[in-house]
């Protein structure tokens, strides 16, 4: 049995349900509701990001970050707009805790599918964190590492609608947000764009927290 997990074991998996190659099937009940939790923090700044974007105190807070160089955080705190860059911050925190708890509750919930012996999956629980890291394939591979899971706890029973639903709105979510600002977290409301790719976000947030907590619960039953 090989303790790395970008690797896949080559012995069988045999009758067991309660250990995988990879380690003992753990419960994902307390990781799926930091996930969930951090999700819908995510949700909310991504809100009121945007409705700030519509405000005039953006457009001055982009005007004296454009023109100010390395010492625009004088000019905004001279400003009073101070507040905008702490929610930035506090936004960036909430993107970041939310890809730790996410990529925690991926690599448990494919280890915990591995046991599973009626649907072998076909990526490793390192790769199904890993290949979102990677250019490219993060295009495809992380939705079937998530659909390995899926099929794990439901089998070819339940409809994978929401997986895929969930997928291209966070493609395209990307891609729009590509050709955005990089100066900034929060979009530009005035542009359809913006608007679109906020929409996006906010369905794939509340897709992946329904997946999350889907799945957490088959496999809790199923165990």
């Not at 995510?42 to 990001?49: A, D, S």
């Not at 890993?130 to 899971?149: Q, S």
């Amino acid at each position: 049995m090989s303790d790395n997990p970008y690797q896949t074991p080559e012995s069988d998996l045999g009758s067991n349900l309660r250990v995988s190659p990879y380690g003992a099937v753990r419960s994902l009940s307390f990781i799926s509701h930091l996930s969930i939790g951090a999700l819908a923090l995510c949700l909310f700044f991504n809100i009121v990001c945007y409705s700030l974007s519509l405000s005039s105190d953006y457009s001055d807070y982009l005007n004296i970050q454009n023109s100010s160089g390395q010492m625009y955080s004088e000019y905004i705190y001279s400003a009073g707009l101070e507040y905008i860059m702490y929610l930035e911050w506090s936004y960036l925190l909430a993107i970041i805790l939310a890809a730790i708890v996410i990529s925690i509750w991926t690599y448990r919930a494919m280890v915990n599918t591995w046991a599973v012996v009626k649907m072998k999956p076909t990526i490793t629980p390192g790769w199904a964190v890993g290949w979102h890291f990677i250019p490219v394939a993060n295009l495809w591979k992380p939705y079937e590492a998530m659909l390995d899971i899926w099929r794990g706890v439901f089998g070819l029973k339940k409809s994978q609608f929401f997986l895929l639903l969930w997928w291209m709105c966070w493609i395209f979510s990307m891609i729009i947000d590509s050709f955005g600002s990089a100066d900034s977290l929060i979009p530009n409301g005035l542009e359809r764009e913006g608007t679109i790719a906020v929409i996006l976000d906010s369905v794939a947030a509340i897709l992946l927290m329904r997946i999350i907590f889907v799945v957490t619960k088959g496999q809790q039953t199923s165990n």
